[in-house]
């Protein structure tokens, strides 16, 4: 072939390669790492090193592309084509360098390789350092080959590009410290064994190595002062993760070897291709040490390999680290393939052989999997960024210059997108004292507030942010783009840090400091909690909370379910004991919710292992049961035109056709929550009304009915009263939740619940009334007792536990009441109780009698009814004498029915002691 003709090769290869670096290169939108690259490119060089000594990545990177973009300027085109030359140099590199070990044609199969390869045309078009790093492994497995293997004495101006290469990939990313480890002892191991001919060489080879440490010196020594703060942010978020599985990070790498794209194995056909090159790959390493000629595979192997297996630790240490980390590694792999895949002749100068035809099959594989890598990065909106441009078009038009847009910290992307005038704000979630005055002085005198979040967002575990704008105004609008969440917040209020009441209490080993409930908030949007906790001692399990708001008779109407986490994202077995934090928490209020006085309750639990929610104990070590009331708020009605932007709302179907009640009101949705009750159990009816005028006061009845005949009712006006119909506008839509308590005395058989307004009648649900096997025979307990609680119930006998029981291990308790009238209006709860010699409780069971199928009010005058406990401990490290109490009390308010000597709890006259293991 003629000069002319591999030119023309040349070009037709370099050409085509050129243009995939280019084409679409800045179809995709800028994001989070890009951003802080040109934030730092437009920075001093002061601030970039200041930056990147506390950084996981060093700065000469950042230098470089600071004189790019000073040159050509920081659009996402101008600032990608440095990375699109750093991508293109490694082309001739990697031809000049098998040119240079293993002739022209292996040289041209490299070409063509690292030309049409997925990865870093993919990575040739981030401005992100990845580009230029396999120019550094290239030059330095080129030079330290060189050094090592030639017989001629190297001259001065190798010895000192070897030095100066070191020194820059140093500098480019940290992770070129493994590849330099490799093969320093890999030409440690090639000279040394001929220590006397190799001595000069091994004398400069350590002078280049101290005088390579001693240039990188002054950058280390800035490092290691600062290794508190580059330790956090290599650690940042590490703990949310586990350490992955080698049967995970292995397919991951190879997969991004091939295509340029992570998670690809979740494809089949990329699976099962993969899976199939490996083999090949590894056949035709066989083949060719079967033919002697695994010298230069065997060493390509090695620096493939090697620095990537140190490498691969990594993710012990960050175990979100991601494959590009590695990716620099990845360049041996090609040189290894083009080695693999250059065809051998066989003696009668055939191409046709079994090696060839394994050559041919690896190498349509591979271009497979990066033709197929490349289509995907450039039309699969699933590898796509997130379109930061689409958030900075809707900024462009809703925002003003007087609003403020705040980004989480260190994402700077938006500010190298969006073109107006609104300024852009960084809170510092971390440090939340100063965050709330950067908070107050940025929003005043704003009355608009647009947050940009992402669904995976490292930097405001708490929701702070959303928190203090929702604790000053009201959601109003929110865009998602991609993974992209804008928020648009008005505000009424200045921003300021709210101040918690205090409180004196624990839900097992977290103390409960203080709590904070918004005074009010739009039926609209939702209620804001703030609450504060202290650790009281090391834990190994992760504590959560729930927080609810309901109506009072169930229904709920805001829910939230949030780990119990710091500002830096550390769940509770990471917290130091004696640490004091402060969450901050959102309940959303469902569409419908009635504008009234309400109640939030908090509930905590542990989220992993063993299920266990705790009770609140206050001070002085007395339980309150696992709700605590936390504060109440007053909801009102939305502004007008105000909506749920939050999108709330309750999980039933309307009714096939909504019921008209009376003009102007109609029933959209309503629902039983069962349809088999016992006698005395209570039926909830969830109800949704809306109104099209003006109304006057309409009180809707719900009735129960059997054969005819009314067994209850339920006349109260809407919510309970609270909300009559003539508070309600036009258009309003309420949710109402409404009891019916089947009679005590009710008849067996199906009956049916009817909604009533004047002669307008609608059937909204069957019922069947079970059957209920009443004794009035009185039973036998092992101990018997009297004790009459009000009049409601005389505790007749129990069967006790035995006298000595395993500290931890449930309880067992059988109480036996006798009913002292018919009907009871109110359905009680029974207590049973352990007491420490102390008075504290150490364990517990309170449930509605007969484990919630015969309340009490049920109950006929004289019967006799059976009651089972099985005791939980709640503190399980508890030894000694106990006693058990007993005694029942009123859910709704906590109140306790009393003896006739004015005690509420009657004790068990029994020996009770707890042992030890």
């Known amino acids: 072939m003629s000069r002319i003709q591999r030119l023309g090769l040349l070009l037709l290869i370099l050409l085509p390669a050129f243009w995939l670096r280019l084409y679409q290169l800045d179809g995709q939108s800028l994001w989070w790492d890009e951003g802080i690259s040109l934030h730092l490119a437009t920075s001093t060089f002061a601030e970039i090193a200041a930056n990147r000594v506390t950084n996981i990545h060093p700065p000469l990177y950042f230098f470089l592309l600071k004189i790019w973009v000073a040159l050509t300027g920081t659009t996402p085109f101008a600032a990608r084509y440095f990375s699109v030359l750093g991508s293109f140099i490694q082309i001739p590199l990697v031809y000049a360098v098998l040119r240079r070990w293993l002739g022209r044609l292996t040289a041209v199969i490299g070409l063509v390789l690292i030309s049409s390869w997925a990865m870093f045309i993919v990575y040739g078009q981030e401005v992100r350092v990845y580009a230029f790093l396999p120019v550094a492994y ?93 330790k956090a942010e290599a650690n940042l978020a590490d703990f949310s993760t586990e350490p992955p599985d080698w049967s995970y990070i292995i397919p991951q790498v190879w997969g991004f070897h091939l295509t340029g794209l992570v998670n690809v194995f979740a494809n089949p056909w990329v699976q099962a291709t993969s899976v199939a090159l490996l083999l090949l790959v590894g056949l035709l390493l066989l083949w060719l040490w079967r033919e002697k000629g695994g010298q230069w595979t065997g060493f390509l192997l090695l620096t493939w390999l090697m620095p990537m297996l140190f490498g691969f630790f990594m993710w012990l240490i960050r175990s979100f680290s991601h494959p590009r980390y590695v990716s620099m590694f990845a360049v041996g792999f090609i040189l290894l393939l083009a080695v693999l895949l250059t065809p051998r002749l066989r003696a009668q100068r055939s191409w046709i052989s079994m090696g060839n035809f394994l050559r041919m099959i690896t190498a349509v594989l591979f271009f497979w999997l990066t033709g197929w890598g490349m289509y995907h990065y450039a039309t699969d909106p699933a590898f796509a960024k997130d379109d930061l441009r689409e958030v900075a078009k809707i900024l462009s038009v809703a925002s003003a210059p007087s609003d403020v847009i705040l980004v989480p910290q260190t994402d700077w992307s938006l500010q190298f997108v969006y073109e107006g005038d609104t300024p852009i704000y960084m809170p510092n979630t971390y440090r939340q004292e100063m965050m709330w005055p950067e908070l107050a002085d940025w929003t005043t005198p704003s009355r608009y507030v647009f947050t940009l979040d992402y ?62 409930v918004a005074p009010t908030a739009s039926a609209a949007n939702g ?75 908090l509930r905590v639990y542990l989220f992993e292992g063993e299920a266990q929610t705790f009770d609140y104990i206050d001070g002085q070590g007395t339980p309150h049961g696992q709700d605590f009331v936390v504060g109440e708020v007053q909801v009102e009605r ?61 009180r809707p009845r719900l009735v129960l009915r059997r054969a005819g ?152 005058e004289g019967e006799y009814v059976q009651d089972e406990h099985l005791l939980t401990f709640r503190e399980e490290g508890y030894t000694g004498e106990a006693q058990l109490i007993v005694g029942l009390y009123d859910p709704a308010t906590g109140t306790r029915l009393t003896l006739p000597d004015g005690r509420d709890a009657f004790p068990l006259p029994i020996p009770l002691e707890i042992m030890g293991e």
């Open 638 to 698: 939305p502004s007008p035109g105000q909506e749920n932007v939050y999108g709330a709302e309750m999980p039933y179907l309307p009714l096939p056709q909504p019921l008209q009640l009376a003009d102007g009101l109609q029933l959209t949705h309503a629902l039983l929550d069962r349809s088999v009750a016992a006698p005395g159990q209570t039926v909830r009816v969830r109800l949704a009304w809306q109104s099209s005028t003006t109304l006057p006061d309409l």
């Open 455 to 516: 669904t995976d967002n490292f930097y405001d575990w708490q929701n702070v942010v959303p928190f203090a704008l929702e604790s000053s105004g009201n959601l109003v609008d929110r865009w998602q783009v991609d993974d992209l969440i804008l928020s648009q917040y008005r505000l009424e209020d200045p921003l300021s840090k709210p101040e918690l009441v205090p409180r004196d209490g624990r839900f097992g080993q977290m103390a409960f400091l203080g709590s904070w």
């Open 138 to 230: 290239l030059l330095l497995l080129f030079l330290t080959r060189k050094i090592v293997l030639d017989t001629a004495v190297p001259q001065t101006k190798t010895w000192l590009a070897l030095g100066v290469v070191e020194w820059i990939a140093l500098h480019l990313h940290y992770n070129v410290l493994f590849l330099l480890v490799f093969l320093n002892g890999w030409a440690v191991w090639q000279l040394w064994p001929q220590r006397a001919e190799n001595r000069p060489k091994l004398w400069q080879w350590l002078k280049v190595q101290t005088a390579v440490g001693l240039a990188s010196l002054p950058w280390a020594v800035a490092v290691l002062l600062n290794r508190f703060a580059g």
């Open 709 to 860: 005949q009314e067994l209850a009712s339920n006349d109260a006006a809407p919510v309970h009263g609270q909300y009559p119909t003539t508070s309600w506008q036009p258009d309003d839509f309420v949710w109402e939740q409404r009891l019916l308590t089947v009679p005590a005395t009710a008849e067996p058989g199906p009956a049916a619940v009817f909604v009533e307004l004047g002669e307008r009648s609608y059937q909204l649900g069957e019922l069947e009334i079970s059957a209920e096997v009443r004794t009035f025979e009185p039973p036998t307990p092992q101990v018997a007792v009297d004790a009459v609680f009000g009049d409601v119930a005389r505790l007749v006998g129990f069967d006790p536990p035995p006298e000595s029981v395993p500290a931890g291990q449930p309880i067992p308790l059988t109480l036996y009441w006798q009913s002292l009238q018919t009907g009871q209006p109110l359905g009680y709860t029974v207590f049973a109780q352990v007491l420490g010699e102390n008075g504290r409780v150490i364990a517990q069971h309170d449930s509605v009698p007969g484990n919630g199928r015969r309340p009490t009010t049920g109950w006929v």
């Open 527 to 601: 209620v804001t909690v703030a609450l504060r906790w202290q650790l009281l001692a090391p834990v190994t399990h992760n504590y959560a909370l729930v927080l609810s708001m309901d109506d009072g008779t169930g229904l709920q109407l805001a829910y939230t379910d949030d780990q119990l986490v710091t500002p830096d994202g550390r769940l509770t077995h990471d917290w130091e004991a004696g640490e004091v934090v402060t969450t901050s928490h959102f309940l959303p209020f469902v569409e419908g919710t009635p504008p009234v006085n309400y109640q939030i309750k």
